[in-house]
């Protein structure tokens, strides 16, 4: 099964309906609910997310989303080295450092996000969720 890493931008498409870039997420996500792929988030995802879900939908439907989206991810391991790396590395946001090292610790074959520029050197392909699924279909 192949692993793809998604940026948080595409489970907040997903998790919060926006359009244009609902349908690619929804697709994305229900590949890893139907065992076809295997989707890697990193733990600052969660949180990010969280965060601006609760002004949107409220605590109690962003826990229920949360807990559902759990049930077909898998939180990638992280740590001090991670943190380490971002902070040394040429990339302008630390966010986007931090999600890149994680999917290279992780052995992710591809990064899925809406911003494939942030992710200029990257040694893995970075592909939107639309171009992942065009390809892979």
């Known amino acids: 099964m192949e692993k793809v890493f998604v940026d948080t931008n595409i489970i907040l498409d997903w998790l919060g309906q926006r359009p244009p870039y609902y349908l690619p997420a929804k697709e994305l996500f229900k590949k890893a609910d139907d065992k076809e792929i295997l989707i890697l988030v990193s733990t600052m ?9 609760r002004k949107q939908i409220g605590k109690t439907k962003t826990k229920q989303a949360l807990f559902a989206m759990r049930t077909i991810i898998t939180v990638c391991n992280s740590g001090g ?35 494939p520029k942030d992710f200029k050197n990257s040694k893995i392909p970075i592909m939107t969720a639309k171009e992942y699924l065009e390809l892979k279909n």
Request: glycine content about 0%.
């Open 45 to 53: 995802s969660f949180i990010s997310i969280e965060y601006i879900l």
């Open 81 to 115: 080295k991670e943190i380490d790396q971002s902070l040394a590395s040429s990339f302008k946001d630390f966010e986007d450092a931090f999600q890149y090292y994680n999917a290279l610790k992780n052995s992710a074959k591809v990064i899925i996000s809406r911003n």
